[in-house]
Nanobody
Framework: QVQYMESGGGLVQPGGSLRLSCVAS????????MAWYRQAPGKEREVVAT???????TYADSVKGRFTISRDNAKSTVYLQMNSLKPEDTAVYYC??????????????WGQGTQVTVAS
């Protein structure tokens, strides 16, 4: 069974840092691109960053230069280092492997997410 367990969120002041972790299971982690997403209240879920199986990375324009995605294949874990946080980064953050789909519904799987709140 595919599962994602996100952690590391919390309340941080503007300009602060957080490191999110996501442990994945139920599929061959090393062969899939991984992605971090976020969803703010009243907004659509958006892609924040992606990392391929060969460590190629992409970032949303809004986080370039502030966030860094990385992966540890031995631990089936993907990370998101977030620096210089802004109030507009406040959201629930999720990870998944976009290419891993349910055999029945052909939809991607989601974990419970981790809340990041940036406020003074």
């Amino acid at each position: 069974q595919v599962q994602y367990m996100e952690s590391g969120g919390g309340l941080v002041q503007p300009g602060g840092s957080l490191r999110l972790s996501c442990v994945a299971s139920g599929f061959t982690f090393t062969t899939y691109m991984m992605a971090w997403y976020r969803q703010a209240p009243g907004k659509e879920r958006e892609v924040v960053a992606t990392i391929t199986s060969s460590d190629g990375v992409t970032y949303a324009d809004s986080v370039k230069g502030r966030f860094t995605i990385s992966r540890d294949n031995a631990k089936s874990t993907v990370y998101l280092q977030m620096n210089s946080l802004k109030p507009e980064d406040t959201a629930v953050y999720y990870c998944n492997a976009p290419g891993v789909l349910s055999a029945g519904t052909r939809r991607t799987y989601w974990g419970q997410g981790t809340q990041v709140t940036v406020a003074s």
